[in-house]
């Protein structure tokens, strides 16, 4: 674990950060009124703010949702420290996943607006008739956005330290006070706005966000000679530690550009990472907040900006390098850059778009957890009967309880190398795509197949992460590991995936053979997507399929909680 760091208070960026902070806050509590509806006391309007955002409210909720204070923090500080195959990965990925999203969520949209679904796990339970099934997807949802959650902690802490705040002494409780208590006022305004709170919120962040990267992106690199001595600087650093590793016997571990030999361990994890990042609640919980597929296309189209913005924000790590910052910590490369490179108050406003980058994610992440426990959890195990009032109570009280325990999370780990804390969790949420994804076109898999499967791919995620070890961790230390029987290394949740997918097709085989049972397909969208045509109400297709009208129409809350009017 990193020693803690030391840094004397700076008034002027704190001020900033302060005045910023407040004026969030009170977006946040007096988003309550917008878009106002007769009743939050439902999840249709708490949890997923009325489904009825459009084109431009998603786009900054969307955006907000997906680009976080991870990327702020850790990606420039995986490439200040070990270059592109760690770093700039996830501008690949960001890239990859929008084809990805464009086929798949208005499919799934369109279903769950249909049915009144709010969560993955509420698709899957009413696709494959699978309690089990959906359970699995629910918690594995839960406890992969968990470090989530905990990285937007790791992006406030940055902050924090480089402003000197928490940092006057080695005593832990003392350093983690302002972390509390500006998760206390998440936590406040979250519980009483519902989605509502980070879509409007998302505004202000991204608004500071584009501002930020526009103004460093060409501001540094000026001052520092351009890109050209940026990326000298860079390729020289590399150089020099891979050569001190070899002249240790120690393999490299910086890569300016990768090498053959690593080209199939970024490939692995751009493509499973592209994978898992919509299998997430909260990246689904946005989708479905949506108005229409519509809004999901368009939205598909010009969200890539933010994969260009990652771009220019990824390479801040060399500019760190070349800027001269020295420290063992990748989490404090881009707090460090701007202490040094900006006038305070510039800086204030950069750390403040880095906290507010934290506050939108996490407020949704917790929202989409505590829907998966309310509604997956609490009403299909323990009382059925709960009323649309206690459903949405429930929520609230959940999504405070995952907010702490993402705290302890944070608080309690190692969090130096914090990029590995999301890609543990994309270890374990790609293992829910077979489920929600194949049960989109069709229902050969097997319900007991997919659970099979799922918890192959669990384990094997799970243990052969845990066994991973790093300079600075004994446990969990890198998301890459060698890939059984090809002697390459490649990213351990897209291995975890393919055996997961072996193992379902595999089972689904012999159970059909067997004639084992397969659950009741209670889904009620069959309109053909080809033809253009919606069918309300028509039976399952006899192989199975959720056919998906190409624009389905949206009902009033009251008609897809109680059905069309008589």
């Not at 939050?40 to 084109?55: A, C, I, N, P």
């Amino acid at each position: 674990m990193a020693a803690p760091f030391h840094t004397d208070f700076h008034g002027v960026e704190f001020t900033v950060f302060s005045a910023l902070f407040v004026l969030v806050t009170v977006i946040g509590f007096g988003a309550a009124r917008w878009r106002r509806a007769a009743s939050l006391d439902h999840l249709d309007e708490w949890g997923l703010g009325g489904r009825g955002f459009g084109s431009f409210v998603a786009w900054f909720l969307i955006g907000g949702d997906i680009f976080t204070a991870y990327t702020f923090i850790a990606v420039p500080g995986a490439m200040y420290a070990t270059g592109a195959v760690s770093g700039w990965f996830a501008v690949v990925f960001t890239s990859v996943v929008w084809p990805i999203v464009f086929v798949i969520m208005p499919r799934l949209w369109a279903v769950a607006s249909r049915n009144g679904y709010v969560t993955p796990a509420d698709f899957v339970r009413g696709r494959y008739g699978s309690r089990s099934l959906a359970l699995a997807v629910a918690v594995t949802g839960i406890v992969a956005t968990m470090p989530y959650i905990a990285l937007q902690l790791v992006g406030m802490q940055a902050v924090l330290e480089a402003m000197g705040i928490g940092t006057s002494g080695d005593n832990p409780i003392v350093r983690d006070i302002p972390i509390v208590i500006a998760f206390a006022v998440l936590a406040a305004y979250t519980y009483r706005s519902g989605l509502r709170a980070p879509a409007l919120i998302a505004f202000v962040k991204d608004i500071l966000i584009y501002a930020v990267v526009l103004v460093a992106v060409i501001y540094i690199p000026h001052r520092l000679g351009g890109y050209g001595a940026v990326f000298d600087a860079a390729q020289a650093k590399f150089d020099t530690a891979n050569a001190a590793a070899a002249a240790a016997g120690r393999p490299p571990k910086a890569a300016f550009v990768p090498a053959p030999s690593e080209f199939l361990a970024y490939a692995t994890l751009a493509l499973g990472s592209a994978m898992a990042l919509f299998m997430y609640p909260h990246a689904i919980t946005g989708v479905l907040s949506t108005r229409s597929q519509d809004v999901i296309r368009r939205n598909t189209a010009v969200l890539p900006l933010y994969s260009l913005l990652l771009a220019f924000l990824a390479l801040l790590g060399f500019a760190a390098i070349a800027s001269g910052v020295k420290t063992d910590n990748p989490r404090l490369v881009v707090p460090l850059l701007f202490d040094q490179q900006f006038p305070a108050w510039f800086t204030g406003v950069a750390f403040a778009a880095v906290a507010i980058g934290a506050l939108v994610p996490a407020a949704i992440m917790s929202i989409a957890a505590a829907n998966l426990f309310t509604r997956n959890i609490y009403v299909e195990f323990f009382r059925p009967d709960a009323t649309p009032a206690q459903e949405t109570s429930v929520s609230k009280t959940a999504s405070l309880l995952v907010k702490v325990g993402a705290l302890v999370f944070v608080l309690g780990m190692d969090t130096q190398n914090s990029i590995n804390l999301q890609l543990l969790g994309g270890v374990w949420i790609l293992q829910t795509f077979p489920a929600i994804v194949a049960g989109l076109w069709t229902r050969w898999p097997h319900r007991w197949a997919l659970l099979g499967g799922w918890l192959v791919g669990m384990t094997y995620g799970t243990l052969e992460a845990y066994a991973q070890r790093s300079a600075t961790a004994r446990h969990f230390g890198s998301s890459l590991a060698e890939v059984p029987g090809l002697g390459r290394t490649a990213y351990i949740a897209l291995t975890a995936f393919v055996l997961n997918v072996v193992v379902a097709v595999a089972l689904t085989g012999l159970l059909r053979a067997l004639r084992v049972p397969t659950g009741i397909d209670t889904t009620t969208a069959t309109a053909t997507a080809t033809a253009g045509t919606t069918t309300p109400g028509a039976p399952v297709p006899a192989d199975g399929g959720v056919g998906v009208p190409v624009q389905a129409p949206v009902e009033d809350a009251a008609e897809r909680l109680t059905g069309p009017p008589a």
